[in-house]
């Protein structure tokens, strides 16, 4: 277990690597400076703002200095909002984004398995169909689509929820951003998961546990959930990052100032460090996710762990 | 099949529909700012905040949405395509590397490398496209790759190898189109997603601009209007999740239908 963690950890250093040379690259690939569409500056101030900002340094000198800052947590200045550096922008709107995902994600994953082992243990009934139904919706609809919809009918014509983030106050107001987040959740993880405990209920073992005399109940719970299980487990990965780029919208839409409002306004600024900063944020939480899972994936599955 | 039939007919009324249309999509109707749909003032599906006919801006949403379907499923078939067969068919050393790198890309949040790409250069349609499409090889990489790998022990290969054709032009003449099946499903698959991305950056502001409209742009601005002009959200909403649904439904299908024959 300790050589898979390490070689996992290790395999994870590269991607990282390269997510901050591309994005750094393509900042730096850009026409012109930052600071060009100010008035125009006598020479010597021009130089003085480059210094400052360490832009008059050779490109390999900039990276390394980005990288040594980026490894301490710093991701330098923000070019936009003066007087406040990067990290505190994160730093600042980040526990608003987590909130709102580890809820998204909690909802979904309970729901979602839920209803997969409902339509799982029903097949070809009518339930079942509108399971699947409503999963192949789920997963076709983007969640801009889904969460105006949802305001329009809930906030707006029924008035049972609050429409915006600002205006209201305590849990109400969380109710719709994390529905819109985790509906498309709720329906990939059901129909992963009725797939894969189908596939599970057909194996010899379960057969032997029937023919032992177990009932559905404790079949499901002693013997097919926990195989079932690994293909929704190694979902959590790409699940995490679909979030993550869903509340970038939900933030939007509902005026939360969170991570992902904060990336599309630097965005539409053109604050280069910000997005950058951001961006490589996004990254080292997405990658760090992944080996999360992969870990537990290993733990759970020791014939992995030799691969 | 019902799919086709729907995307069919979505495709065909978005290009002939502003043909026929008396409204131009930029011309504002200044007695007619917000006005619900109705068939007497010639706006069937109503007008916006500035008075523009939303039939024909809708139109023309989809007619971009359809576009960057093609135009990004093109580009992403083509690097796809050439990646995967000459990793498959190099093999050794070479396809170890090569498929490192893609299991490498996958591991990144693409979406927001679109999106840095997008607030470096200027926002061109064209970038979008070829950005789209440029992240969306991977799978096609990977699929292609394994057909190659069983495609290469096929004699008409070894034939060609016998008499000397180049490695280029082997995968170019004789692996490529021997893959089309496979990649045909594959394609049906990727284009939702690229309609997703599209319509997803054009719903931040940072796809599609003015006067020009999108889907993904004209759910935002709906919105926006939304508690007076419900209709503005709405059908630009339905007629998206419609396009994905049959997409979706079409692919699965597809996919379906293949993986039986492979089975037999």
Known sequence: MLRYTLRRLLGAIPTLFLVIVLAFLLVHAAPGGPFDAERALPAEIEANIAAAYHLDEPLPMQFLRYLTGVMQGDFGPSYSYRDYTVSELIGRSFPVSVQLGILAMLLAAVSGISLGIVAALNRHSALDKIVMGFAMTGISIPVFVIAPVLVLFLAVKLQWLPASWTG?????????????????????????????????????????????????????????????????????GPAVAAVLTGSVVVEEIFGIPGLGQLFVRGSLNRDYTLVLGVVIFYATLIVLLNLIVDLLYGAIDPRIRRR | MISGAILSAIALLAVIGPWI????????????????????????????????????????????????AIVASIVSLFIGVLYGATAGFVGGRVDAVMMRLVDTLYAMPFIFFVILLLVVFERNFLLIFVAIGAINWLDMARIVR??????????????????GVSTPRIILRHIAPNLVGVVIVYVTLTIPQAILIESFLSFLGLGIQEPQTSLGKLVNDGTDQMEGASWMLLIPATLLAAILLCFNFLGDGMRDLLDSRQSR
């Open chain 1, 168 to 236: 209201s106050e305590g849990a109400l107001r969380l109710v719709l951003p994390v529905l819109s987040l985790a509906l498309p959740q709720i329906a990939y993880i059901a129909r992963l998961t009725r797939a894969s405990l189908i596939e599970v209920l057909s194996s010899d073992f379960i057969r032997t546990a029937r023919a032992q005399g177990l009932g559905t109940a404790a079949i499901v719970r002693y013997h097919a959930l926990k195989p079932a299980m690994l293909p929704v487990l190694s979902y959590m």
């Open chain 2, 21 to 68: 249309s008396p409204n131009e999509y930029v011309a504002a109707d200044f007695g007619n700012i917000l006005r619900s749909p109705t068939f007497s003032a010639g706006h069937v599906f109503g007008t916006d905040d500035l008075g523009r006919d939303l039939f024909v801006r809708t139109m023309m949403g989809v007619q971009v949405t359809f576009a960057v």
């Open chain 2, 146 to 163: 394994g057909q190659t790998l069983s495609l290469r022990e096929r004699e008409f290969v070894q034939a060609a190898q016998l008499i």
